[in-house]
């Protein structure tokens, strides 16, 4: 495998998505993250705020009244402010769709079209157009209407249900999870439809209904299966599993943690000899992963038991050497230091003009020949007014003044 490299400003990469322009009208979450994966890997993404500026600008933790996740959300993107509601924001807008490839939008259902910026509006400027169009429950429905947030796409899709101790309540997780997975499923939805619309030739856009509930629901296994055939509602086993043992979170003997999963039948016997010798490993009650599991309490008993009384360093150790798959449970201060993230340049540096530099995570997945890149951090608001309406638009001062004082932009 090439080496992963942390990319610069600079850098003059032969980027995959290079010649394709997005426009990022979107707001928290899902849809801003689409258009920045986007990118990464060479899209020219102009991101599009209200002249108020985006919400994201205002969500998280501030250095110096800088927002932090603003730099790492809007990476990449040129950032230029537009009124959409106001009668001369829509038509820059629609100046700016007729040579895009993709508009990224996350608007309540039918908030565009009440704006005269609809699909239909749009695609008839621009026939090849893709429209990424992020909801919390889609564009029908009898939810399609309802405010859509990460957090209710997390209880709604059942995760929520399924997550947290026996005897606890369901568990939300503490950062955007349903965002991110919904916008991973854009970034493939998006190529899916430009592959078509290029490869394929039929040179014709088309809308993506990308709601946030269901590429999480989409990942939770095989729980509609499961109940169509059986009847079995899944609850919440804390860190266990419901379909193999052991599989779970370990206190060390100097109060650090450890997660092991152990799924294939060689592994399991190889943790259960090393934790708990070979009668562990013979006996018939951890046969199988449904004994197993029948004996979820004796089996961590042998492996957490183990485990307690060994060093961090010595179990990891013993545990690589048997070929039994562990790992620590990293905080951000372990993983910054960390010699498997150091040597994929997992984290990089990237120049900023407001805070000189910030770290943050690379551009994922590694392609070998035409990887992605970090080239700048989220912009200052309107950053990018006259490189793009002045220099691309061919708005004058006048235009500019105009329009400000309109709050178009």
């Known amino acids: 495998m090439m080496k992963p490299q942390g990319m610069t400003v600079d850098s003059n990469a032969n980027l995959p998505l290079k010649g394709l322009r997005v426009l990022d009208c979107a707001t928290i979450f899902a849809g801003p993250l689409v258009a920045a994966i986007l990118g990464d890997f060479g899209a020219d993404v102009i991101k599009i705020e209200h002249p ?3 919400p994201l600008r205002s969500v998280g933790q501030k250095k110096a009244g800088i927002p932090l996740w603003w730099k790492v959300v809007s990476r990449n993107k040129r950032c230029i402010t537009l009124n959409l509601k106001s009668e001369a924001g829509a038509g820059i807008f629609k100046q700016l769709v007729a040579n895009a490839d993709v508009v990224v939008e996350n608007f309540r259902t039918g908030t565009m079209e009440s704006w005269g910026l609809g699909w239909e509006t ?5 026939p090849g157009l893709v429209m990424v169009r992020v909801t919390g429950f889609g564009q029908t429905g009898p939810m399609r209407g309802h405010a859509g947030f990460g957090t209710l796409a997390e209880a709604f899709s ?7 101790e026996t005897d606890g309540p369901p568990t939300l997780p503490p950062f955007g999870l349903a965002d991110g997975v919904a ?3 854009g970034v493939f939805a998006t190529m899916f439809a430009l592959y078509e619309r290029d490869a394929e030739g039929s040179g014709l856009g088309q809308y993506i209904d990308l709601s946030i509930y269901e590429p999480l629901f989409a990942l939770l296994g095989y729980q509609p299966t499961l109940f169509d055939q059986t009847g079995m509602i899944q609850g919440r086993t804390g ?10 979170t370990y206190r060390t003997k100097d109060d650090h943690w450890v997660a092991l999963s152990a799924a294939a039948p060689s592994i399991v016997r190889r943790v259960l000899i090393l934790t708990g010798g070979e009668e562990a490993a013979n006996d018939p009650r951890f046969e199988t992963s449904e004994s197993r599991i029948a004996h979820v309490e004796e089996v961590d008993a042998i492996v957490g038991g183990w485990i307690a009384m060994h060093d961090l360093d010595e179990v990891l150790r013993n545990f690589e050497e048997a070929k039994a798959a562990i790992a620590p449970v990293y905080d951000i201060s372990q993983i910054f230091e960390d010699p498997q993230y150091l040597a994929r340049q997992d984290i990089i540096s990237v120049p900023d003009g407001e805070l000189g530099s910030v770290r943050m995570q690379n551009a994922f997945p590694f392609l070998s020949r035409t990887p992605g890149e970090v080239r700048f951090a989220g912009a200052r608001l309107g950053e990018h007014n ?4 002045g220099g691309e638009i061919g708005l004058d001062e006048e235009d500019f003044k105009r329009l400000r004082n309109m709050g178009a932009i």
């Open 239 to 248: 860190n266990r599993s419901i379909n193999n043992a052991p599989r779970n």
């Open 122 to 126: 749009l695609s008839e400027i621009n």
């Open 158 to 164: 059942g995760f929520a249900h399924i997550t947290g």
């Open 52 to 54: 108020d500026g985006d």
């Open 386 to 389: 006259q490189e793009i309406l």
């Open 183 to 185: 916008a991973h499923y």
